[in-house]
C-alpha cells in the first residue's frame, strides 16, 4: 500500500531562515508523482512544486524546490529566505497510477518574525 | 490555469437533513473528481474517486449510501451528505483532473467547504 510519512508535526522558523520540511514516501508502483501543497487557515490547497518519479533533477520552483532522493524514497521540501506568509500547514502527497493523490499527516509551519 | 470551484463555502444545518456540496470545473472537462475530507489539525483521506457517468468508487470506510456522489456532466460532481449528524461535520474538498498526465497542473483543488452539522 501506498504511504507518505511528514514526521514533523510543526516547526518554528526565524524569518528570512531557510526551513526544509520532511517526507518519506513508499510506493511499489515504478511509476509516480510527488506533490508538495500549502494550506493556510482559509483551508485552500495551494500547489507547490511536483517531482516526477522519473525526472532526473530536481524540481525547483521559485523559493521552493524539493530535494528528491529516489533510493532513500524522500521528498524533502525547501523553502528558501522564508517569509511571515509561508506560516501554514504543508502536506506532501503522492500520487498513483490512478490519479487519486494521498497526503501525508502534514507539518504545521510557523515563521518567527 | 485552470479553475475548481465549489459551492457552498460554508453550510451550517440542523441534524438530520441532508446537503448537497457542488464541485464544477469551470473551464476545462474534468473527466475524474475526487472528494476528500478533512476534520481539524488532521490531513486530507480520501473519500471517493468519481468518474463522468459511472459510479463513485469508495475507499474503504467511507458508507456510500451516507455520502451520495453524482458526476453526471464533465464539468459538476455532487456530494450529498444525507441525514447529516454532528460527526459529519468537517471540511470537504473536491479535486478534478482531465485526464492522466504527469504534470501536476492538471489536477486542480476546490476552494473547500464547511460543513457544522449542529
Known amino acids: 500500500a501506498q504511504k507518505i510519512t511528514q514526521t514533523q508535526p510543526g516547526m518554528f522558523v526565524q524569518e528570512k531562515e531557510a526551513v526544509t520540511l520532511d517526507c518519506t514516501y513508499d510506493?511499489?508502483?515504478?511509476?509516480?508523482?510527488l506533490f508538495w501543497y500549502k494550506q493556510p487557515s482559509s483551508g485552500e490547497m495551494i500547489f507547490l512544486i511536483y517531482?516526477?518519479?522519473?525526472?532526473?533533477q530536481n524540481a525547483t520552483e521559485g523559493r521552493y524546490s524539493l530535494n528528491f532522493q529516489k533510493a532513500r524514497k524522500s521528498a524533502n521540501l525547501v523553502i528558501s529566505a522564508s517569509q511571515l506568509g509561508d506560516s501554514a500547514m504543508y502536506f506532501c502527497?503522492?500520487?498513483?497510477?490512478?490519479?487519486?493523490?494521498?497526503f501525508g499527516k502534514g507539518t504545521r509551519l510557523h515563521i518567527l518574525p | 490555469g485552470a479553475v475548481v470551484s465549489q459551492h457552498p463555502s460554508w453550510v451550517i444545518c440542523k441534524s438530520g437533513t441532508s446537503v448537497k456540496i457542488e464541485c464544477r470545473s469551470l473551464?476545462?472537462?474534468?473527466?475524474?473528481m475526487f472528494w476528500y475530507r478533512q476534520f481539524p489539525k488532521q490531513s486530507l483521506m480520501l473519500m471517493a474517486t468519481?468518474?463522468?457517468?459511472?459510479?463513485?468508487?469508495?475507499e474503504q470506510g467511507v458508507e456510500k449510501d451516507k455520502f451520495l456522489i453524482n458526476h453526471a456532466s464533465l464539468t459538476l460532481s455532487t456530494l450529498t451528505v444525507t441525514s447529516a449528524h454532528p460527526e459529519d461535520s468537517s471540511f470537504y474538498i473536491c479535486?478534478?483532473?482531465?485526464?492522466?498526465?504527469?504534470?501536476?497542473?492538471?489536477?486542480?483543488f476546490g476552494e473547500g467547504s464547511r460543513l457544522t452539522v449542529l
Open positions: 479535486s478534478a483532473t482531465g485526464g492522466r498526465t504527469s504534470f501536476a497542473g492538471e489536477l486542480f
Open positions: 510506493t511499489s508502483d515504478p511509476s509516480y508523482g
Open positions: 517531482q516526477g518519479s522519473y525526472d532526473q
Open positions: 502527497a503522492m500520487r498513483d497510477r490512478d490519479d487519486k493523490i494521498i
Open positions: 473551464d476545462f472537462q474534468a473527466t475524474t
Open positions: 468519481s468518474n463522468e457517468g459511472s459510479k463513485a468508487t469508495y
